[in-house]
């Protein structure tokens, strides 16, 4: 599928014409399915990002969609809830992402902004220190920074401004209900023993979810499983903004390398606060005490991370996330599947999330989703359903990809090894990243790739390979300085600073 086909069907099914068409025929559906209480409902678990953006597809074609939330969602408000514990840690929505949620749910871009979300161009408006060296000022691909609370509530408000879409919060599935034949799905079952008749029951319970044992449950086997484990883990902290008139950055990226595999992100967000998310593989895994956040910083290559924040009043303790495994459940090979069942985002495939996919991954699957119902109604959706499992997990394969071969560069990462073509494809990269720090037309090209809004080859293409391949220096062991060329260190403290001074005495 190619990019303008993609978006040309967005376009042509999101615009208000094309709303009131799909009403329209959805409406002929449900008048055609009437007297079948499932005919036309599609029930989805999780209201997640991957679990939001299928709702809001589904409603293209079911007259009825119910998201099932476990959690209980506090009405407009973008705070903390349980079912998204990795909220307190970074999340950066890559362009291709934020394009197609902006696709799906026209003028959320702007909301989101209103709320105090930022976009940036990455890595120009950045301090990023790469595996190879520093970036330099050039221009990559725009991110959208946010706190993730206020991204889910706000694309959650847009996606239930779809009369179609209803959600029942504090409600949990607890397995599917199976059709006649026993083996299709017919429904869902929630905690209590309530069961939900539905044509389409879609998993996106994300990491935990238990859509093996449920597929069991009805007599299909397990997918096998792919793991890569690079046992990376995180440890995050909010600070005040220090004032500072002299800072030319938005934020940083200091990021660690196999022989010293320790790693910081800082953003700026929403609520007027510094997200800080430290990174390290297995040892070097950070911890949670309030007194070893600095200096943990503070052992990065650069020590710019640790002037960022050493003065800057902290707002919370640090919180931590371990279970960053990159994990494909195989659903794509299992011979048989079951009508009426789809699994989608983190529940299908996790990719480890240090570089940034998980959310973009579940706009993509959501858009390959669109696809495949396009011209099918509900009964014929639920029929196709190998056939639309295999096309959106298919989406999944980049950001895999660009994990699993990152990953598999750290000695302590568990998984199958790399092949010979990763490996070469590793030796590439690493002149490519060398090549992008400062030749914009190398950094053009692979942050097209790493936000996922151009094709991998794009990289192989003759020209980017001359460019990359006659670059003198290889990033084997980069003598790196302090700060880039472009940026020094801060020169002086505000009156804030002071204050957090006094206050971690
Ligand atoms: C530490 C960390 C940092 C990350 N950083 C980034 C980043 O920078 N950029 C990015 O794009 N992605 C990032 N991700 C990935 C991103 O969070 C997810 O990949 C993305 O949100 C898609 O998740 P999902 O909707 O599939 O699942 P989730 O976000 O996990 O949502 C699942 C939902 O299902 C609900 N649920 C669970 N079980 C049940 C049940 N039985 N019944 C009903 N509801 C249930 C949960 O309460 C939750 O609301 C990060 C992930 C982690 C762990």
């Avoid at 299709?184 to 319970?205: K, Y």
């Avoid at 020169?491 to 971690?504: C, D, L």
Wanted: positive net charge; hydrophobic residues 40%.
């Amino acid at each position: 599928m190619d990019d303008d086909a993609t978006d040309n069907h967005l376009r042509t099914t999101t615009g208000p014409h094309a709303e009131r068409q799909a009403e329209h025929h959805a409406g002929d559906r449900a008048r055609h399915h009437a007297g079948d209480r499932a005919g036309d409902h599609a029930v989805v678990l999780g209201a997640g990002m991957a679990g939001l953006l299928a709702a809001r597809v589904l409603a293209m074609r079911f007259s009825r969609v119910t998201l099932i939330e476990r959690d209980e969602l506090p009405l407009g408000e973008a705070v903390f809830r349980p079912g998204i514990p990795q909220s307190r840690h970074v999340h950066v929505l890559w362009s291709r992402g934020a394009e197609l949620i902006e696709l799906m749910l026209p003028g959320v871009t702007g909301k989101l902004v209103a709320a105090g979300a930022g976009l940036f161009d990455s890595p120009r408006d950045f301090l990023w220190l790469s595996p190879a060296d520093w970036f330099g000022p050039v221009s990559g691909s725009r991110v959208l920074l946010a706190s993730r609370e206020l991204l889910d509530t706000t694309v959650r408000a847009e996606v239930l401004r779809n009369p179609r879409v209803r959600i029942r919060a504090g409600a949990a599935a607890t397995g599917l209900v199976a059709g006649p034949d026993g083996r299709t799905v017919s429904g869902v079952e929630l905690r209590g023993g309530e069961r939900l008749d539905a044509r389409l029951v879609v998993d996106a319970t994300g990491r935990s979810s238990k859509a093996p044992a449920w597929l069991a449950a009805l007599g299909h086997p397990a997918p096998a499983v792919t793991r890569y484990d690079s046992h990376l883990g995180y440890s995050s902290r909010y600070f005040e903004i220090p004032d500072d008139p002299g800072r030319r950055w938005q934020g940083m990226y200091v990021q660690g390398r196999p022989e010293l595999p320790r790693g910081g992100v800082l953003v700026p967000l929403d609520g007027d606060r510094w997200l800080v998310t430290l990174v390290g593989n297995g040892e070097h895994a950070p911890s949670v005490r309030d007194e070893e956040f600095l200096p943990f910083a503070r052992s990065l290559r650069s020590p710019a991370l640790y002037d960022a924040i050493r003065s800057a009043v902290p707002l919370s303790s640090p919180t931590a996330f371990r279970n960053t495994a990159n994990e494909w459940r195989h659903y794509e090979r299992l011979e048989r599947w079951p009508a009426g069942f789809l699994v989608l985002g983190d529940a299908a495939c996790r990719v480890n999330p240090v570089y940034g996919h998980g959310m973009t991954a579940a706009a993509l699957a959501a858009e390959a989703l669109a696809k495949e119902i396009r011209t099918l109604n509900p009964a014929e959706i639920a029929a196709a359903s190998r056939r639309i499992q295999r096309r959106t997990l298919a989406t999944a394969a980049v950001p895999w990809q660009i994990a699993t071969s990152e990953d598999m560069r750290y000695p302590v990462t568990e998984g199958p090894a790399p092949d010979r073509a990763t490996r070469i494809l590793q030796r590439y990269m690493s002149r490519v990243m060398a090549g992008a720090n400062t030749d914009q037309a190398i950094a053009s090209r692979f942050f097209g790739v790493l936000s996922l809004t151009r094709p991998p080859g794009t990289l192989l293409d003759p020209v980017t390979m001359v460019r990359v391949l006659s670059r003198r220096h290889l990033p084997a062991s980069p003598h790196t300085t302090a700060y880039p060329a472009h940026h020094g260190p801060p020169v002086r403290r505000g009156p804030s600073a002071e204050r957090g001074a006094r206050r971690s005495a």
